[in-house]
């Protein structure tokens, strides 16, 4: 099983960016997929995540408003449109799934999956 993240890069702020993560291997229908981060010098933070079988999304307050994060079900691949980026927001972004359901209050915990993408960089500057 893989993830395959990509779309970072560096934009000014105020800018926007688009991830992909697509997954291979096998599906997560039954479970969740999501996007995490980590900052130089911070711990990985969660950012947003979809559970696949009833379609619930969850954000982390830093995000809500300028985030999205949508699915594909035919390329078994999730997107996150980030808008209005802010230097804050420059991370390492790491795309994650689990196989498995999950209630709402742990959408947010990264040692609740089990499956990571090899992560990629989102600069904020000008």
């Known amino acids: 099983v893989q993830l395959q993240a990509s779309g970072g890069g560096l934009v000014q702020p105020g800018g926007s960016l688009r991830l992909s993560c697509a997954a291979s291997?096998?599906?997560?229908?039954?479970?969740?997929m999501g996007w995490f981060r980590q900052a130089s010098g911070k711990e990985r933070e969660f950012v947003a995540a979809?559970?696949?079988?009833?379609?619930?999304?969850q954000y982390a307050n830093s995000v809500k408003g300028r985030f999205t994060i949508s699915r594909d079900n035919a390329k078994n691949a999730i997107r996150l449109e980030m808008n209005n980026l802010r230097p804050e927001d420059t991370a390492v972004y790491y795309c994650a799934a689990r196989t498995g359901g999950l209630i709402v209050s742990a959408i947010g915990s990264d040692t609740q999956y089990s499956t990571w993408g090899q992560g990629t960089h989102v600069t904020v500057s000008s």
């Open positions: 979809i559970r696949w079988y009833d379609g619930n999304i």
């Open positions: 291997g096998r599906t997560f229908s039954r479970g969740v």
